[in-house]
């Protein structure tokens, strides 16, 4: 592989950079670039966009509009 190993979550996290910017604010991506910029482990980041996924759909309200309060949710329980 050499000194440049794959980086899966990097690689993903670069492809949802490039769609974001035509994408709803419904799309689940917008949650998963605040996830890597926040820096959660793959624990913390499965709980966070679950629980994003969730509530948007439960309340009706664009990904966009709930990752604030689901971050802090995520940083205070995982």
């Known amino acids: 592989m050499g000194d440049n190993p794959f980086d899966k979550r990097e690689y993903d996290n670069e492809l949802d950079e490039i769609a974001a910017g035509v994408m709803p604010n419904s799309w689940i ?9 926040e820096n959660l ?4 980041e499965e709980f966070f966009l679950t629980l994003t996924q969730r509530i948007a759909e439960k309340k009706g ?18």
């Open 29 to 37: 991506g917008h949650a998963r670039i605040r996830a890597h910029k």
């Open 61 to 78: 309200l664009p990904v966009t509009e709930v990752t604030d309060a689901t971050l802090a949710k995520t940083l205070e329980v995982a």
């Open 41 to 44: 482990s793959e624990k913390q």
